[in-house]
Every structure is written in C-alpha cells, then in structure tokens.
C-alpha cells in the first residue's frame, strides 16, 4: 500500500511537473531578450556550470540563446564540445578588433543555442583594454549592433572584476550571482554588489539583479544549511527557490564537451537546471513586464 502510495505521488509530481512546463512556455511572452551576466569574483563558484546548463535548458525549450564566453579560461566553449585552441575568432576579437558578434558565434549540439567562443587569447585583453577609448563599452557596442533575434544573452564572466567584467556588467541588463554553499560562501559579495551599484549608478542605471543561485548544495552538512539561511537573510526573494545540489555528473560532463542535459539528463543536477531554467523564464516575464 505505501508503495502504491509512493508511486502514485511520483506520477503526480512528475505529472504537475510536464504541467507546469507547458503552462510557463505557454505564457512566455514572444519578444523578450535578456542580456545577463553570470557574475562573481571568486574562482570556482559554479558560474561556468550554470551559464553552459542553463543556456542548455532554455535552448531546449524553444528559446533562442546565445552564450558569451568571457572567461580567458573558456571552460564553458569547451564544455560545449568546442576546442578553444581551433577557434579563429573568439570573444577577444569582438572585445579588442570590435569583430562583429555575428562573425563569432558558432553552433553547438544543442539546437537554438549558439556560442562566442574565448581562449587564452582574452588574457591579454584586460591590458590592452586599459589604453582603449571607450574602454568598459566594447562589449555593449557589439551586442547592439548584432541584428538577429534571440530571448536570452548569458554571459559567462571572468573571476574578478576588471575590465573585462565591467564590460560585462554595462553591456547586461541583468545579473545572475552563483553562491557556493561553502565556507566564506558571502565573503567578496558585499564588494560585488558595491560595484554592480557603482555601475547602476553611473554607466549602466537599469542593471539589476536577476537572481542569487546557491550552487554546490549539500544538504547533508549542517554548513551548507546555515549558508543557505544566511544567503536567503541577505538577498531575501532574490534568490532562486532552487538549490543547485553538489553532484559529480555535473562535473564530469564538461570534459565529455557536454551540458548535463546530453551527458545525464536524469542525474539530479540536471533536474536541479531544468528546474532553474523553468524559474528564470517565469522570473523573466515578470521583469519584461517592469
Ligand atoms: N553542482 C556541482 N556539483 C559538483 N561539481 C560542480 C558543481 N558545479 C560546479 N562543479 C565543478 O566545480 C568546479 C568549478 O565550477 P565552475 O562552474 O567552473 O566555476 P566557476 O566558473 O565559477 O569558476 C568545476 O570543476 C565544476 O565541474
Ligand atoms: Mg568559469
């Protein structure tokens, strides 16, 4: 009998689950297009991951997205499968020689989803961006002169915040901040929001921020928990109702070329992204209609 019980909750959840999918496509508005930046400081945090899973889900739910690579490490370009060391023109020629985004993006496995590329090539930008004119611009540039449609525009930032970040930063409309449930987990966020303010208050007034994502969860720790409650006390309905669980799939599949959605779309970090993707297109309808 309990199994029965089990089992019948199961059908229900998933069965609520494909609903709600349907009713959030159903309803997303037709012409919405999000520039965010997946934005901290700190290394190793979970942006890379989020930007290339989540680009990944809302591809595959009919959105059309682009994912700008803006990491010298390139971790989301190869982690979709595409060798940075054969790219010709990557995110550091759009940044740098103002190469058309156009020109860079290339298509990856996964339909609607496109990529501008980085490698190491981009190291070298943040000094020659110090001697540019219109310096923190470049990239606002370049996205508005690109002339295609799509919904949403996911830039995967560097660990820190130079240049090339600032770029990132003027050029969004939005920003999208990865937690790590881990020790020193709000250590830097207070320097973050101070520069996203500065930036609001000056050179880019509608920048806002979209969401707080806590990554790496592991529910078991009594750490992760107080991390949890501490991040939800500081940005309050800002962050996302799902929780990103730490889960070696997630970590595996990128050296596959992968998003977790081809590598193991049953794992739980891949019920954790698509989860957050239907969470992000909900939030985004309501932040269109502001
Ligand atoms: N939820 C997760 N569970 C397990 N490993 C993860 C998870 N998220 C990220 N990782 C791994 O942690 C490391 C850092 O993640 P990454 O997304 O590259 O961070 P960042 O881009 O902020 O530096 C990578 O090796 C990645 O595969
Ligand atoms: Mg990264």
Do not use: W
């Not at 190291?123 to 110090?130: D, T």
């Not at 508005?144 to 600032?166: V, W």
């Not at 709000?186 to 994502?213: C, R």
């Amino acid at each position: 009998m309990k199994q029965f019980a089990s089992l019948f909750y199961t059908m229900q959840t998933v069965k609520y689950d494909k609903l709600a999918d349907i009713v959030c496509d159903l309803i997303t508005e037709e012409n919405m297009a999000l520039v965010c930046a997946i934005v901290n400081q700190k290394g190793g945090v979970g942006k890379t991951t989020t930007t290339v899973n989540l680009a990944a889900y809302l591809a595959t739910r009919g959105k059309r997205v682009l994912l700008f690579d803006l990491d010298p490490q390139g971790n989301a370009t190869s982690g979709l499968g595409i060798e940075k060391d054969k790219v010709e023109l990557s995110s550091y020629d759009i940044i740098i020689d103002g190469v058309s985004l156009a020109d860079c993006l290339q298509e990856t496995s996964v339909r609607n989803l496109k990529v501008c590329p980085s490698n190491i090539n981009l190291a070298g930008a943040e000094v020659e961006l110090a001697s540019m004119d219109n310096r923190e611009n470049r990239l606002k540039s370049a996205f508005e002169a690109y002339s295609e449609a799509y919904d949403f525009l996911l830039i995967d930032c560097p660990p820190s915040l130079g240049l090339l970040t600032l770029n990132a930063l003027i050029a969004a409309d939005t920003v999208l901040v990865p937690i790590q449930a881990e020790y020193y987990a709000l250590e830097g966020v207070s320097q973050l929001m101070e520069t996203v303010n500065t930036v609001k208050n000056g050179l880019n007034p509608e920048l806002d921020i979209f969401g707080v994502l806590i990554t790496m969860f592991d529910g078991r720790t009594q750490l992760a928990n107080q991390v949890e409650h501490e991040v939800r006390k500081y940005f309050g309905d800002k962050v996302f109702k799902t929780v990103i669980p730490r889960n070696v799939r997630l970590s595996e599949a990128p050296s596959y070329g992968q998003s977790i959605l081809e590598y193991d779309k049953r794992s739980k970090g891949a019920e954790a992204y698509h989860k957050l993707s239907r969470e992000v297109i909900a939030r985004e309808r309501k932040y269109n209609k502001k």
